[in-house]
């Protein structure tokens, strides 16, 4: 809108958002002013969609806290997730109005990997870099480490980041990393961020030029299929994946998420709505699901939001959206939006869609005045 700064501008002055000091309102009004203007900024109508219902609920969740409806605890929760989508806006369209070529930025991912592995590695000898820095500065707590970390506190975290980066080395002078991704994988046991990884490799030959002909046979596809699907049952016998999802005990990932699923069914207001930012499932640790965490907070509406996004993403560039494809198949087993380092290389992938997305349908849009 282009009227949008001005009238928030118009505004801040009367955002009595807080009980008590007025002042404390006023702050809260500028921060949501911020998430407002960064909202319309953003290009692709979805993720507009998605940031603004975001800012509707913190808002009126605010309006809760400034009656006294809400304890603070709670609020500080959505506060605090209130800055996480301003600083994710931000970094998505500083990437989206980027003049940085696709190459160097491409270049910029794969040698972020390579140290996430150079420092995972050193930890399997108990010889962290970065602890060793940290140490001489202060205190640091340090603990034997039976997989590879990096930087990011967790296998499944470090796997993650390792198969959404995986595309960005199906390149020249970078494939030969590749090489290295196996042991990691394997060594680590995660058997979501290997289904992903599959997938998006099975999509990138897909569409590899050199077998179009070769897949236009119904069953040439037929086989890649069957072929995707016994290897990412394989994955999930030989990585014990399912008793992780379905253990005997009944204490793992399936139950939290019916805990999540039936807590909000519990009124259709809630189904279609959600709970709102800060919202907790009613158990420790996250969801690991990142669907299901927005279904809890957002509701079908803000879930719906997030599904026509994938559906209507920019297709044209294979590297990226192979990249989009892990994500969204590492989203249902992961919390990688809730990571700073993940949600970053996250938001540089969706920022350069919408970047190469636009420009594409320029230069559509200038064909036919070049004929």
């Known amino acids: 809108m282009r009227y949008t700064l001005p009238i928030a501008f118009l505004l ?102 390579i140290l996430q592995i150079l420092i995972a590695i050193s930890q399997v000898f108990n010889a962290d870099p970065v602890v060793w820095l940290l140490s001489n500065v202060i205190k640091v707590n340090f603990e034997s480490y039976t997989g590879f970390t990096g930087t990011l506190g967790n296998i499944n975290f470090f796997s993650a980041y390792l ?24 060594r680590q046991h995660t058997s ?10 099975a999509y ?9 002909d070769f897949f236009k046979n119904p ?17 999930f016998y030989l ?7 379905f253990p005997p005990e009944g204490d793992y990932r399936l139950n939290k998420w019916a805990m999540a699923f039936n807590q909000i069914s519990s009124s259709w207001v809630t189904v279609i709505f959600g709970l709102g930012p800060g919202s907790s499932w009613g158990g420790e640790g996250a969801l690991h699901n990142e669907y299901l965490t927005v279904f809890h907070r957002f509701g079908l ?31 249902i087993g992961n919390l990688s939006m809730h990571l700073a380092p993940s949600i970053f290389l996250i938001l540089i992938v969706l920022g350069l869609m919408e970047r190469e997305g636009i420009a594409h349908h320029v230069r559509l849009y200038d064909l036919p005045r070049t004929l």
């Open 12 to 113: 801040v002055p009367f955002g009595f958002l807080s009980p008590g000091v007025i002042h404390i309102g006023h702050h809260l009004a500028f921060f949501m002013s911020a998430l407002i203007i960064i909202s319309f900024q953003i290009k692709t109508r979805m993720a507009r969609c998605y940031m603004l219902y975001a800012g509707a609920w913190t808002l009126l969740t605010s309006v809760f806290y400034m009656t006294g409806a809400i304890p603070n605890e709670f609020y500080s929760k959505v506060v605090f997730q209130m800055f996480f989508l301003i600083a994710g806006g931000i970094i998505y369209l500083a990437v989206a109005k980027s003049k940085l070529s696709l190459e160097f930025l491409f270049n910029v991912i794969c040698i972020s990997t």
């Open 163 to 186: 198969v959404i980066t995986l595309p960005f080395f199906l390149r020249r002078k970078w494939w030969i990393i590749l090489l290295a991704y196996p042991y990691f994988l394997i």
């Open 192 to 201: 979501v961020a290997v289904v992903a990884a599959i997938i998006g490799l």
């Open 204 to 212: 990138y030959a897909y569409q590899e030029p050199r077998f179009r």
């Open 219 to 235: 069953w040439h596809r037929a086989g890649l299929i069957t072929t995707v699907l016994l290897a990412v049952v394989t994955c």
């Open 239 to 245: 990585y014990d994946g399912m008793s992780r999802l």
């Open 301 to 331: 509406i803000g879930l719906s939001f997030v599904l026509i996004y994938i559906a209507k993403a920019y297709r044209g560039n294979r590297i990226l959206f192979t990249s989009f494809i892990i994500i969204c198949i590492n989203a």
